[in-house]
């Protein structure tokens, strides 16, 4: 008895069909380079936000010299972003202003849902207060920390439960604009999570006044001049980064504050 056997002629039909699927099977990732971070006042450090805007949630603070994966960049309102993934931490996800990362990555940013596969299994934060004494590792073993570590770890520890203000555009009046009303992100002591402060505004041939209001009594003064934070009325050390058009500024060693284009400026 004569039997055919097809299993020949299916294969070499089915074949070129397969090749042609592989490519899409074996698609990876995109490909990343590794960017510094730098340009951050010396005691400062940066957001590393779950959205790519100022006013996106702050996920993590990186300092200058920190190694992140940059899986590429894309304009948000004219601002340059990346997509990066801390080197030491892979649950460290997010995006970052290209401003402070070099070298940048030319390549377009991936879709969230392209982004590494450890983002997606990142755990949920905790709900306890970060041990800052555990944390404390910047110095030699030999030494004991000193006080800038202590400000720059009790820095990122308060910023990892930030809100940080939305850039929302207010229209120039006497009237305060919608995030004054609603106060700004505020700490005043080393170590303090950010909370919020009642805020008021007093603009002059362009300059700016913004007063705030401790919760707990007091104010501090941050004066603007030509568009750009300039100073406050106290005889601490000022500084100040910006990401986009939010102001991140610093009185001393433990006051912080975030202030927006829109709220000191009224633009």
Not at 175 to 204: L, Y
Request: with cysteine; glycine share 8%.
């Amino acid at each position: 008895m004569k039997r055919k056997v097809t299993l020949r002629s299916t294969l070499l039909i089915a074949a070129p069909l397969l090749l042609a699927a592989m490519p899409a099977l074996a698609e990876e990732a995109p490909a990343a380079i590794i960017s510094i971070v730098g340009g951050l006042a010396p005691d400062d450090l940066l957001n590393i936000r779950a959205t790519a805007s100022p006013g996106g949630k702050v996920e993590a603070r990186l300092p200058n010299g920190a190694a992140v994966k940059n899986y590429g960049c894309k304009l948000v309102s004219n601002y340059p972003w990346c997509k990066v993934e801390d080197t030491q931490d892979a649950h460290i996800t997010g995006w970052a202003p290209a401003r402070y990362l070099s070298p940048n990555n030319p390549a377009p940013a991936p879709e969230d849902a392209a982004v590494p596969a450890t983002e997606a299994a990142a755990p949920q934060p905790s709900e306890e207060q970060p041990d800052i004494a555990s944390r404390l590792g910047g110095s030699e073993p030999a030494e004991p920390p000193s006080a800038a570590d202590i400000s720059v770890t009790a820095m990122q520890d308060a910023y990892r439960l930030a809100f940080a203000a939305s850039a929302s555009s207010a229209e120039e009046s006497d009237t305060p604009a919608p995030d004054a009303a609603g106060g700004i992100p505020c700490a005043r002591r080393i170590g303090q999570p950010m909370t919020r402060c009642e805020v008021s505004v007093a603009r002059t041939d362009g300059d700016s006044a913004v007063t705030v209001t401790w919760p707990d009594g007091g104010t501090r003064v941050i004066n603007f001049h030509g568009g750009m934070p300039a100073g406050s009325d106290s005889p601490d050390k000022f500084r100040y980064t910006r990401e986009g058009s939010l102001n991140m500024i610093r009185v001393g060693v433990s006051e912080r504050f975030e202030i927006t284009d829109a709220l000191a400026l009224g633009e």
